[in-house]
């Protein structure tokens, strides 16, 4: 997937993936260095049995708050029936469903 965005020339040098404790795993944290992205993912102690050691792991605790604000949007749009089913048939119509599911959560409808 990631080489599929490069060749559609999207750059995603010296970009940040951030990602929860499941995501935890030395062939992700591996892949994202072999393209330059910096992985920000918390660590998940019961991945292993003994106690990690070598170089720390990159850990922005005020820019992994912001997950949670993209999480809990993602939710609100998916009690919106109509984005998570998906009738749209265009982009354009999918597009402007988003924009009122956006509005209604803005208005607190």
């Known amino acids: 997937m990631i080489r599929s965005l490069f060749t ?3 750059t995603l040098l010296k970009s940040i993936l951030i990602a929860d404790k499941g995501f935890d795993c030395l062939i992700l944290r ?3 260095r072999r ?3 910096k992985a920000l993912i918390k660590v998940n ?3 292993s049995k003994k106690i990690k050691c070598g170089r720390k792991k990159f850990f922005d605790e005020e820019l992994y708050s912001t997950r949670y604000i993209n999480e809990r949007t993602f939710a609100w749009m998916d009690s919106y029936r109509t984005l998570l089913v998906r009738f749209d048939t265009t982009t ?3 597009k402007n469903w988003h924009f009122i599911a956006g509005f209604l959560m803005i208005a607190k409808v």
Do not use: C
């Open 35 to 37: 393209f330059q992205i």
């Open 92 to 94: 354009e119509s999918w």
């Open 8 to 10: 559609q020339g999207f």
């Open 45 to 47: 102690h019961r991945n």
């Open 30 to 32: 591996n892949l994202l």
